[in-house]
């Protein structure tokens, strides 16, 4: 048996992904910071040997039913791991959005509100004091009926439903109706039921068009179909719905993705007009504390919600709760989040705001002796809030856990007691351990990537410890002109108050503030229809799929050249077999098990679904007639399987791939498999991808590329490979417009919007603009002296 006392969680054997027979020994009771290039294999040993060996051995313990799934979800690929304490992991993939989850659910803020309301709020004389329940929008005792909490209604019109009223319902008119047999479907039984389904839709009678397309009642008729030349049609019963039900219906029950957007683009969304937008029951509304509703300290940022608290008088009952919702805010404001309200979607907010949250609630747990992983927690943070998350994940420490980091901050990594250093390269070069003990000692191995940026003769990654101006950088190359200018505003959305800012077109501009100073929202403002802008193209970090199916290969157009490669084999060609036969997502090639999906869901009770290969192709997605088909040694499975760099050195010689594989490259993506699920790729991976497609497009018109962090996830190393994308879409007289956080970045660009100066109502103005030296030199910009250390300059006093 083990030591339970061992100071180390020792691992022998990782062989997850790309780790090559790794061992390791890991401190516990200690900050161990995970580095290494993108694709590595730090995930791999982290998350996908420790973490998942920890959550086997947890399932394991809990029940026979959950043992069974176990064996389906399968362990991780590792010969032992021993002194592994329980782990609680703090990624950055976010589960499911739901438009109830909300900044105060994920932080627990929402459950104290709601008990200080209960207990201390002041009720209307003569009513019953109400309990917690009744100030969720999320309980029947709470939800407003009119909009049963949602705080908004959907609602459609004629208008939204027929956008051409010149056609008959034959030729379409009812465009919000389903295609193929469905609306046909429809159509039969409008006929049946004696419409005119052939006049233009204008000439119906107006009574005939609102019952057509608002009636709530379901009639059946007998329907005869039209007989059809190569089979026989019986007449059948069809139910009749109107347009807005379908839509309605579709919209707020479908699991398809698809349809609920296509539903979408029928319905207009406005404040429920019953309890005007604050989803509550007029009761619950009619309770106040320190003269507010529930509702309106739920929409105050949480820094302002604390100043109200800490003014308010109350009974001892509500100094007790007042000191708690103090407490838990205080967790959330220390890691740069007071700009947040606690009524804020969970669904609008960043993978680094939501792993921040999940940290700030962590801390308020209470549990010790535990191992917490965190993925890359500084993502999205501005380098004058790192001292804060050092602190909170110090204090994590202090209570006796064990703090495992996957992270490139330069800043996290100098204050680790360990660090584990990954390498040298990624995917097949990758997945040794080159480094593994205290900081400091890693200058000496010449190998690591990491060594570089963390001790001088690298670009330093923009993210200084301590005071920045204690190091220098190398000199900044003189900004190029803008070709033309681009007019913003007056932008009055969320916390920007009338901004009026320039865009310089035909160069690289840079825009940055802390969190929640209003840079996405400004940058959300430059559209295909701003004078000035010929082509938009906006980069974001959300998926490009949200199951397995979805892939790189998929996404890029990739996997079109590889089939009709498969297709033009003779084994194919004797076979009959065309290029859809290599398609895993029509039926006839694919394993059916799976539909070709090489992932089967295991449902879990009380816990978030999860993915486990398919028991008949074992993920291999396609059946075995398929698969006996090869191209130059290989199966389509086997080329999905393919590492993207491996792939461009096989398909050298095929122009069509050739170039797609080498735009992947050329963004720091050569470790991603062709066909890696969507669901495993990060938002800055997801991001990088769709910068590929975009680049391998050859493009005469004149573009305006803008990114959101596009640096988010990626090592110092690749943030050169990238930057070298981005002068060359410049260099080519395209415009780059990047919100962004990492200096090296910014202090590469041509001109910079620093916003601020703080974040929510502190926040929403420009402090600084012009170049990178220029706004380096701006006295109340909180970025300017850490601009300042990636410039070689000495900051304003």
Sequence with gaps: MPNSHDPFVRVRGAREHNLRDVDVDLPRDALVVFSGVSGSGKSSLAFGTVYAEAQRRYFESVAPYARRLIHQVGAPAVGEITGLPPAVSLEQRRSAPSSRSSVGTVTTLSNSLRLLFSRAGDHPPGTERLDSDAFSPNTAAGACPGCQGLGRVHETDEGLLVPDPSRSIREGAIAAWPGAWQGKNLRDVLDALGYDVDRPWRELSAADREWILLTDEQPVVTVHPVRDANRIQRPYQGTYQSARRYVLHTFATSKSRTLRARAERFLRSAPCARCGGARLRPEALAVTFAGRTIAELAALPL?????????????????????????????????????????????????????????????????????????????????????????????????????????????????????????????????????????????????????????????????????????????????????????????????????????????????????????????????????????????????????????????????????????????????????????????????????????????????????????????????????????????????????????????????????????????????????????????????????????????????????????????????????????????????????????????????VVDLGPGGGGAGGRVVAEGTPAEVASAPESRTAPWLARALGVRPAA
């Design 303 to 751: 820094d302002g919600l604390a100043r109200v608290l800490a003014a308010a008088d109350g009974d001892a009952a509500a100094r007790v709760l007042t000191a708690d919702l103090l407490a838990r805010i205080a967790g959330v404001t220390e890691l740069g989040l007071g700009y947040l309200s606690a009524d804020r979607p969970a669904p609008t907010l960043s993978s680094g705001e939501l792993q921040r949250l999940r940290l700030a609630t962590q801390l308020r747990s209470g549990l010790f002796g535990v191992v917490y992983v965190l993925d890359e927690p500084s993502a999205g943070l501005h380098p004058a809030d790192t001292r804060s998350l050092l602190t909170v994940l110090g204090r994590l420490k202090a209570a006796g856990n064990s703090v495992f980091v996957v992270e490139h901050h330069l800043d996290v990594m100098r204050a680790a007691d360990w660090i584990v250093d990954v390498g040298p390269g990624a995917g097949d070069r990758g997945g040794r351990i080159l480094h593994s003990g205290p900081p400091e000692e890693l200058a000496a191995v010449a190998e690591s990537a990491t060594r570089r940026f963390l001790f001088g003769g690298g670009s330093g990654g923009g993210r200084p410890p301590g005071d920045p101006a204690t190091e220098t950088a190398p000199a900044a190359r003189r900004p190029r002109e803008a070709s033309e200018w681009l007019s913003l505003g007056p932008v009055r959305r969320h916390n920007l108050r009338g901004v009026r800012v320039r865009i310089p077109l035909g160069v690289l501009t840079a825009v940055t503030g802390v969190s929640g100073s209003g840079k996405s929202t400004l940058v959300g403002e430059i559209t295909g229809d701003v004078p000035g802008v010929g082509r938009l193209v906006t980069v974001d970090q959300k998926p490009i799929g949200r199951t397995p199916r979805s892939n790189l290969a998929t996404y890029t157009g990739l996997f079109d050249t590889v089939r009709k490669l498969f297709a033009a084999t003779d084994e194919a060609r004797s076979r009959g077999y065309g290029a859809g036969r290599f398609s895993f997502n029509v039926a006839g090639g694919r394993c059916e098990e799976c539909q070709g999906e090489g992932f089967v869901a295991v449902e879990l009770l009380f816990l978030p679904s999860t993915y486990a290969p398919c028991p008949v192709c074992a993920g291999a997605r396609y059946n075995e007639e398929t698969l006996a088909v090869r191209h130059r040694g290989l199966t389509v499975a086997e080329v999905l399987d393919l590492t993207v760099e491996a792939a461009a050195d096989r398909f050298a010689d095929v122009p069509a791939a050739a170039r797609s594989l080498s735009t992947l490259l050329d963004v720091g993506l050569g470790h991603l498999r062709l066909g890696q699920p969507a669901t495993e790729l990060s938002g800055g991976e997801a991001q990088r991808i769709k910068l590929a497609s975009e680049l391998q497009r050859s493009r005469r018109e004149r573009t305006v590329y803008v990114l959101d962090e596009p640096t988010a996830g990626l090592h110092p190393a690749d943030v050169e490979v990238l930057m070298r994308q981005l002068d060359g879409l410049v260099a080519g007289g395209h415009s780059v417009v990047v919100v962004e956080h990492d200096m090296t970045v910014v202090a590469g660009a041509d001109w």
